[in-house]
């Protein structure tokens, strides 16, 4: 019996991070902890944000060098990697050895990649995450975050990064959770904007967001397309057997005009528009519309 009170007692001991950034989301992981049982110290720039997670049951660090030596793995979420070279540079280098610093702040590939050699110069271990859920999903099943580093060091702290969310590791690389991150916001905010200045037309013509919300979720659905065109984009097959570029032309000049005429900036479906056009321009009128992803990727297209 008192073997496995000093187990339990041992491995509670090793229940503990630091979380640094106190945002949405880093108050919403440093909750996940503590609710999880974990010792959580915490630090931010304005400490009035720690105010209601000390109530809780966090520490409040006194200093940056303070709330990263106060354990061996950190987890920062921060706006960019800009404000994380600004926080991490006022504590002494020696701070960071042997840290294992899990930075889900979002920025691009290469500076993640900059970062984790950064790190690794001041003794540290840099574990790149890409989050893909809203602070509310932090701690809720089916949550999911891209992670990439060394696969070992993940594995050392999975329960700790699972109490966050679920783990998809894409490789080695500390860029290409970024990476995937980084595509992944691409086509939100795409998708989004796309749905929004639909709703601007519906709008314009008395339709309600509630009314039109069936509607949308059907539409915004693009898991069949998905699944048809990725093996044709993967197999560099762009026959236009199902749809052509030049069909969509005519069908995005038709939503161009209708929004004009509703009195609503055509801007968003004109963009789009003019890289159908290039593509068209290209040689690609009778092909498929994934010839696109060629059109994309040549930057002298436009």
């Given at each position: ?48 944000k720690a105010d209601d997670l000390v109530t809780q ?115 080695a690389d500390p860029g290409l959770a970024a990476l ?123």
């Amino acid at each position: 019996m008192l073997n496995r009170a000093f187990v339990l007692a041992k491995e509670s001991s090793r229940m503990s991070v630091t979380v640094i950034g106190l945002g949405p989301m880093g108050q919403a992981m440093a909750a996940a902890y503590l609710r999880a049982g974990y010792e959580v110290t915490v630090w931010n720039r304005s400490p009035a944000k720690a105010d209601d997670l000390v109530t809780q049951g966090a520490r409040r660090a006194g200093s940056v060098e303070e709330a990263l030596t106060a354990n061996d793995l950190v987890v920062l979420s921060l706006t960019d990697y800009d404000a994380m070279y600004a926080i991490l540079a006022q504590a002494p280098a020696a701070a960071l050895a042997g840290r294992t610093v899990v930075n889900l702040t979002s920025d691009t590939p290469d500076r993640a990649r900059e970062a984790a050699a950064w790190l690794a110069e001041r003794g540290a271990v840099q574990v790149t995450g890409g989050v893909q859920v809203p602070p509310p999903g932090i701690g809720t099943p089916g949550a999911s975050t891209y992670y990439s580093g060394p696969e070992d060091v993940i594995e050392k702290h999975r329960s700790a990064l699972e109490v966050l969310t679920g783990i998809e590791y894409v490789g080695a690389d500390p860029g290409l959770a970024a990476l995937y991150y980084q595509i992944g916001i691409d086509m939100f905010w795409t998708g989004l904007a796309g749905y929004l200045h639909g709703q601007a037309v519906a709008e314009a013509n008395g339709i309600s967001a509630e009314r039109f919300l069936p509607h949308a979720v059907k539409t915004m659905n693009f898991q069949y397309f998905l699944e048809f065109y990725a093996p044709r984009i993967a197999a560099g097959d762009h026959r236009g057997d199902v749809d052509r570029l030049a069909m969509g032309v005519a069908s995005l000049e038709h939503v161009v005009h209708t929004a004009r005429a509703s009195g609503v900036d055509p801007a968003l479906p004109a963009a789009v528009l003019d890289v159908f056009r290039r593509g068209v321009a290209a040689g690609h009128g009778q092909d498929s519309l994934t010839s696109l992803v060629g059109v994309l990727k040549d930057q002298r297209a436009g």
